[in-house]
């Protein structure tokens, strides 16, 4: 059975800094691995989808990278602002649907 | 790009009364669509999957007679809750994967708030 971890469950930082959000898989047979945010109350927006013959996608200050062998991927925000703060979900299709993570819950502080 | 959305986006009900919940894909046909629950705090939960014009696949755990999923239409799902109760309260949110398509991508629905007094 997948299962999905992220770490950390909650990042706090300032504006302007760099930062890395993890998300490992246990089963490394996917089809993709999908980047999505929350904002509190409100539905899911996609962010980045790397299928599984990729290795990483970038849109804008965003870079999401994929190790299916090892079974990671980490989401890069370059140059954080306080419009970033939101969960961050990794979810990973693979036999089964969307196999969802906890979230990493970011504040990012002005 | 490919667009889903829920109606409606909140609903209250009383407690006992049944409750649907619709998700359409708008600009593409969806030979599968996909139910997720999610809880305060938590990450989302899938409840079923329904493809068009059969019967809905439900997870473990989640009681097919209470949460009533018809996927009538390649465009269209819905999903009934029925004599909703207060811990039914939740956010609902649906998925859709665009047929004829090797990609294996869902697109989400802006989702529905559930509350039941």
């Known amino acids: 059975k997948q299962e999905v971890t992220q770490i950390p469950a909650a990042l706090s930082v300032p504006e302007g800094e760099n930062l890395v959000l993890n998300c490992s898989f246990t089963d490394s047979a996917i089809y993709n691995l999908q980047w999505f945010r929350q904002d509190p109350g409100k539905g899911l927006t996609s962010l980045l989808l790397?299928?599984?013959?990729?290795r990483e996608q970038t849109s804008g200050r965003l870079n999401a990278s994929l190790d299916k062998s090892s079974g990671r991927s980490t989401l890069y925000i370059a140059a954080s602002q306080p419009g970033d703060s939101a969960t961050y979900l990794c979810?990973?299709?693979?036999?089964?649907?969307?196999?969802f993570g906890k979230g990493t819950r970011l504040s990012v502080i002005a | 790009g490919a667009v889903v959305s829920q109606h409606p986006s909140r609903v209250i009900c009383k407690s006992g009364t049944s409750v649907k919940i619709e998700c359409r894909s708008l600009d593409f046909q969806a030979t599968t669509m996909f139910w997720y629950r999610q809880f305060p705090k938590k990450s989302l939960m899938l409840m079923a999957t329904?493809?068009?014009?059969?019967?809905?696949?439900?997870e473990q755990g989640v009681e097919k007679d209470k949460f009533l999923i018809n996927h009538a239409s390649l465009t269209l799902s819905t999903l009934t809750v029925t004599s909703a109760h207060p811990e039914d309260s939740s956010f609902y949110i649906c998925?859709?994967?665009?047929?004829?398509?090797?990609?294996?991508?869902?697109?989400f629905g802006p989702g529905t708030r559930l509350t039941v007094t």
């Open positions: 998925s859709a994967k665009r047929g004829g398509t090797s990609v294996h991508e869902q697109y």
């Open positions: 979810a990973v299709i693979g036999n089964t649907p969307l196999v």
């Open positions: 329904s493809n068009e014009g059969s019967k809905a696949t439900y």
């Open positions: 790397i299928q599984s013959s990729q």
